[in-house]
């Protein structure tokens, strides 16, 4: 018998380990949406609360933790705890990141947010500086930068997230290996961006809600003028830097597809094909 996500019997407490610039903001406004109870304020592990989380008036929790935050929450819980997560193709993922960061009105919106709920004056001159810093960059320099924030966010993010610190600390092959473990095992659904609509399909089941109860009409700006129809454009240089920063999240993006395909039972001949047709990349590289 399917239910709503409010009173669904299939967990007390959801968390979505939400991975920067993977379609997670549409997903959480869906779910809070279907009557979720969502706690706002912990977008970052120093944010986190044990209070909220044992209060019943939360049973939503999502944000931009490392894994060992996660793991931590799960492992101590006496609730019953579902986790989710999404991946995007790493190269959009990464380009997606340094436009959005361009935007600097929202970025020092954000930023301000997070400053007034913790108290913390330093956070918002820290996001100061840096929006200085971006706002004259090029593609080229952000990918070049040794900033620890850019470096954070351009290097292998989606496979140092999901991998535990030991791990993360350690070489970047630790790491990738880790992650493709916690991919498999810790993870009770793992999405993919690219298939979003599917994804949300497949989802609704995992939280026993009636299908469709989230809207999967998601547009990512997929180019630097907001635009849902073109592309990104790179150089041949921005492609090769993309690249080489990214070669683990992209052994870890297809690893995660075929994954997503084989768990979830997308052998079919329709299924690959509408899957295939919609992991085509928001990039293109100019000649």
Known sequence: MQTNAANSPNFDKLIFHHLTKTAGTSLINELKNNGLKSFDNARYDFEWSNEAFISEDYNFFHGHFTFDKVAEIVGVSEKKVLTFTFLRNPIDRVISQFYNWKNLKKTAAEAEVIASRNNDQKFLEDNSSFEREIAAMTLEDFLLS????????????????????????????????????????????????????????????KLNIPTKSLNSDNHININSKKSFKEKYQVTKKEYELLLANNQYDIRLFEFA??????????????????????LDSGHKVKI
């Open 146 to 205: 040794d900033h620890p924030k850019i470096l954070d966010s351009k290097y292998n993010h989606q496979t140092r997230y999901l991998a535990n610190s030991e791990s993360r600390n350690s070489q970047i092959e630790t790491a990738f290996h880790n992650a493709k473990f916690n991919v498999l095992n810790f993870y009770d659904f793992v999405g993919i961006k690219e298939a979003y609509n599917t994804s949300c399909r497949l989802l609704e089941r």
């Open 257 to 278: 597809v075929a994954g997503f395909i084989t768990s979830n039972k997308l052998h079919s001949k329709p299924n690959i094909e509408n899957l295939l047709k919609g």
